[in-house]
Structure formats: structure tokens, C-alpha cells
């Protein structure tokens, strides 16, 4: 009972001056808004991010092929990569090692850990339709391509190793070139090579990392022609399930380094990733730039806490003879202290209260621009709490300490 009368007086000294306990919050309001919202924000990044990932498949493995050429004590896979180093000691060079015989050797490991394995080679080209050009995404891509990523066709048929000059466009990219005319049938020159289209697939979902609608699929023989190259950029394989997507990694890696030669998997001239791995690179860096610009808006945190400790000064000069008479009365020092404190700590979680909803609506307001759903997580509320409680606390004692302190003869003359 003695707790609630002492609030009870709090929240009335409180009120009694709304204005100046309004600007005396301004700065929690500022701080915690501040933190809440780039918190939540930081987290809608990370869900979006994590949802186009997933959406690439989260038993998917994608093998990038590449070997870093560094000015001193790299290892070296391939001729192109030494003359790489030659050319200049400090340069970074990435030569691709992706063969033919590797998508051979990925494509005999154990149905019941990889179900699908395809290779891919891909580069920006110039479509020429009828005298008109066009810049365009190209890739060749080996028979299982199509089936590992699920392109169904909408008409037409798609590609096979036996295809020649056969070309697949994507939904809006055939509908961007020959509009309501019917693709199939229809030449593009490419690099002075006439494509036959001899297939439209159906419209896929889109993502920030690939667009299939605007892509164009040749077969990978076609593609080493055009390109004039005889590796692939990537290859990608798909796990039998979650729970083999581990397993199936590390026997990618084994039949790899087993047909490159090497016995070091740190000497490795390839990588191989999965959505996993890619999940939590996204997240520790997220994670970090989050925390970074969290600890940046909390700097007005401390300003507030200030300025709360500046009223709370004010307010016990102004009401020294209120705290000599209830002195007089019978009041004892730890009853002036608690009363204080529990002002201090009362403004700090009003401060925090409108600072979380402050915060949401920065969020959400942000989030429609940006594109993307803030998220409001436990964790930022409860650090929005805590830290306004541990503001009013630490911010409060002085005032407090000092109303305590007074003596109840000089409070009463205290004009």
C-alpha cells in the first residue's frame, strides 16, 4: 500500500507539470524511437533477405568455381591463374575451374544425398531480332537445369544435350521482344549465331538475386561455343532433403577435390554454399550493422537521461519546503529517496512506452517506402523497457539522494 501511495504522488507531481514532463522525456522518446525502429527495420531486412534465399531452395547447393590469385603464397590451379600473378604481383584475379568431367563426377554421387546436379555458364550478350538489338542475360545450361530450379514451360518444348541453336526465353522477356506474337518459331542472332526459340516458360517469381521471366536458356555445348570457353561459371546440385543438405555437401567437396587433384581443402579452387551458409553470413552482417546504428541512435538516450536528472534537480529546488514538511510530519529519508526515484523512473517508462510506439510507426512508415515488412521482435521491446528503466534509476539518484539529504529546519525556511 505504501508503494502505490508513493506512485500515486508521483504520477500527480508528474502531471502537474505536463509540458515540461513531456520535453523532459522528448529525448527517451527520441532514443528508444530511434533504436526501435532501426532495430526493426534491421530485422525486416534480414527476414526479406532470408526469404528470397529460401525461395532459390533451401536444399539447393550452388558450387562457384574460382581460384584467388594473391601476390603472395597462393596456390595456383591452373596456368591462366599463374599468368594472372605475373601480370601484376597485387592483383586479385578469379579464373573459372568448373569442368565438364566435374559435373561428370557430381552427377554419379548417390541418389539418396544429391538427387539433381546441373552446370551453368552465363554472361549479358546482344539479341538481335529483326535488325533491333537488345542487351539480355544469357545462360547455358546442362539437360537438368530446368528441373533442379522447377521451369515449367507454358509452350513449346525445352532443352536436351542434343539440342543445337535451340534457344528458351523467359515469360516477359519473349513477351518484351515479339509481343503478341507467338515466340515459338521466331530467330534471334546472338554473337552472329541464329537461335531457333523453341520454348516460352511459364511467369516465376521474381527475387532481388535472379529474374527467370527476363533470362534466356541455351544448351551448355551452344553456350561454350559462344562464350568460348569449355568451364562452367557454377554448378548446382540439390539435396535429397533438409536433413542431407550437411552430408551432401561434404561429398560434393570430397568428389571435387578428388577430381582437381588437390589433398588440402583449404588449397580449394571452388566453394560450395548453401542457403544455410548464406543465412547466417546475412545474418552476423546484419546483426552487426544493426547494432552499430542501434548504439548510434542510443547516444540521444544518454541526452535524455540527462535531461531528466536537470528536472529532477529543478523539481527538488522547487519543492524543498514541501520535502521539509513532510520531513516534520514523520517522513523518513528512505520515503523522500523512494519517492524521487520513483518519478525519475516513471518519466523514464512514459519515455520508453511513447518511444516504443514512436519507434513502430518509424518502422512501418519506412518499411512502405523501403519496400519490405519492419519487424517488431521481443528482444528490441524489452530492451527498450530495460533500458529506460536503468536511465530513470541511474539518472535519478542524484536528485534523489539529494532531496534526501535535506535538512528538514533549512527546508522549511527554504523560500
Do not use: C, W
Not at 516465376?204 to 521471366?213: A, L, V, Y
Amino acid at each position: 500500500m505504501k508503494f502505490l501511495t508513493i506512485l500515486k504522488q508521483s504520477v500527480k507531481a508528474i502531471m502537474s507539470n505536463k509540458v515540461r514532463s513531456f520535453l523532459t522525456v522528448l529525448g527517451i522518446i527520441i532514443g528508444i524511437g530511434s533504436v526501435i525502429g532501426l532495430m526493426s527495420l534491421g530485422a525486416g531486412v534480414k527476414a526479406s533477405i532470408s526469404e528470397q534465399i529460401n525461395s532459390l531452395g533451401s536444399t539447393n547447393l550452388t558450387i562457384t568455381s574460382g581460384v584467388t590469385a594473391y601476390s603472395k603464397g597462393s596456390y595456383m590451379s591452373s596456368d591462366d591463374a599463374s599468368k594472372a600473378q605475373q601480370n601484376s604481383s597485387a592483383m586479385l584475379g578469379s579464373v573459372e575451374t568448373l569442368t565438364q568431367n566435374d559435373l561428370t563426377e557430381l552427377t554419379k554421387i548417390s541418389k539418396d544425398l544429391v538427387e539433381n546436379v546441373a552446370g551453368y555458364v552465363s554472361s549479358p550478350v546482344i539479341f538481335k531480332v529483326n535488325d533491333e538489338e537488345q542487351r539480355q542475360t544469357l545462360i547455358g545450361v546442362s539437360s537438368q537445369y530446368f528441373a533442379l530450379y522447377d521451369l515449367k514451360l507454358a509452350s513449346g518444348n525445352g532443352l536436351d544435350a542434343s539440342d543445337s541453336k535451340n534457344i528458351v526465353l523467359g515469360s516477359q522477356l519473349a513477351t518484351d521482344t515479339f509481343g503478341n506474337t507467338s515466340a515459338i518459331g521466331q530467330k534471334i542472332s546472338i554473337m552472329e549465331t541464329e537461335f531457333t526459340v523453341v520454348g516460352v516458360l511459364e511467369a516465376q517469381e521474381e527475387s532481388n538475386f535472379s529474374n527467370p521471366n527476363l533470362q534466356a536458356y541455351i544448351s551448355d555445348a551452344d553456350a561454350f561455343k559462344i562464350f568460348d570457353s569449355k568451364n562452367y561459371n557454377g554448378i548446382v546440385a540439390k539435396a535429397t532433403s533438409e536433413k542431407t543438405v550437411d552430408s551432401a555437401k561434404a561429398e560434393l567437396e570430397t568428389v571435387l577435390l578428388r577430381s582437381h587433384k588437390i589433398d588440402d581443402k583449404d588449397l580449394a579452387d571452388f566453394t560450395v554454399t548453401s542457403s544455410k551458409d548464406l543465412l547466417s553470413t546475412i545474418d552476423t552482417v546484419m546483426s552487426m550493422l544493426t547494432s552499430f546504428l542501434a548504439g548510434i541512435a542510443a547516444i540521444s538516450l544518454l541526452v535524455g537521461g540527462i535531461g531528466i536528472m536537470n528536472i529532477m534537480l529543478v523539481s527538488v529546488t522547487e519543492r524543498t519546503r514541501e520535502i521539509g514538511l513532510r520531513k516534520a510530519l514523520g517522513a523518513k529519508t528512505s520515503d523522500i529517496l523512494i519517492q524521487f526515484m520513483t518519478e525519475a523512473v516513471v518519466l523514464t517508462i512514459i519515455g520508453g512506452v511513447l518511444g516504443m510506439t514512436f519507434g513502430y510507426t518509424i518502422g512501418i512508415v519506412a518499411g512502405k517506402f523501403l519496400d519490405f515488412s519492419a519487424v517488431i521482435t521481443l528482444d528490441s521491446v524489452l530492451l527498450a523497457v530495460g533500458i529506460s528503466s536503468f536511465i530513470g534509476i541511474v539518472f535519478g539518484i542524484y536528485p534523489a539522494a539529494r532531496a534526501a539529504r535535506l535538512n528538514p529546519i533549512d527546508a522549511l525556511r527554504y523560500e
